[in-house]
T-cell receptor, first 115, second 112 residues
């Protein structure tokens, strides 16, 4: 199983809502990532978790709150978002960070619209 | 900040080789070059990576210049399914983690 799954596929939320994005992998990977991708732009890294601990936060606003409850699961909690936060949110995983042959496997993404 | 520059778009005929260039003139000695592609509405897919030697796998070949300031991804026999955005990426090591810094990407159109 080389799949990273993300739910939901699409999400529409108001600026006062609280929602969560979910990412799951069963490849035994110990590193997981959140990326944000605006239309016609490349993905931008938001967070990196290594062995269930947050290792990189790319100065992301606090209205985005990541959580890694176990090695297979990664959540992104959303609260008080702005319309400019509308984007495709991609999750990825890799065997472990820093390894030479450590390719990242990406999920299909959650398309988020903030109204 | 992006560490790579790529042409915004290219096209090639089906069955011919597609050669996608990338400049990474500020790359450091321990930073790898990765290539991913993204087909519309899907997550990026790993293609190949290298440090300083040329690399080949079942999908593509990666040619890195001796000074490591540029590289070329080669798809030897492009098919219509290879139409996608191709990202040239530098992998930067940070403490116990690493991050992929994506370039702006080249939109490759394979023509029938």
């Amino acid at each position: 199983d080389t799949e990273v799954t993300q739910t939901p596929k699409h999400l529409v939320m108001g600026m006062t809502n609280k929602k969560s994005l979910k990412c799951e992998q069963h490849m035994g990977h110990r590193a997981m990532y959140w990326y944000k991708q605006k239309a016609k732009k490349p993905p931008e890294l938001m967070f990196v978790y290594s062995y269930e601990k947050l290792s990189i936060n790319e100065s992301v606003p606090s209205r985005f709150s990541p959580e890694c409850p176990n090695s297979s699961l990664l959540n992104l909690h959303l609260h008080a978002l702005q319309p400019e936060d509308s984007a495709l949110y991609l999750c990825a995983s890799s065997h472990r960070t820093g390894a030479t042959l450590d390719e990242q496997y990406f999920g299909p993404g959650t398309r988020l619209t903030v109204t | 900040d992006a560490k790579t520059t790529q042409p915004p778009s290219m096209d090639c005929a089906e069955g011919r080789a597609a050669n996608l260039p990338c400049n990474h003139s500020t790359i450091s000695g321990n930073e790898y070059v990765y290539w991913y592609r993204q087909i519309h509405s899907q997550g990026p897919q790993y293609i190949i990576h290298g440090l300083k030697n040329n690399e080949t796998n079942e999908m593509a070949s990666l040619i890195i210049t001796e000074d490591r300031k540029s590289s070329t991804l080669i798809l030897p026999h492009a098919t219509l399914r290879d139409t996608a955005v191709y990202y040239c990426i530098v992998r930067v090591v940070m403490d116990s983690s690493y991050k992929l810094i994506f370039g702006s990407g080249t939109r490759l159109l394979v023509r029938p």
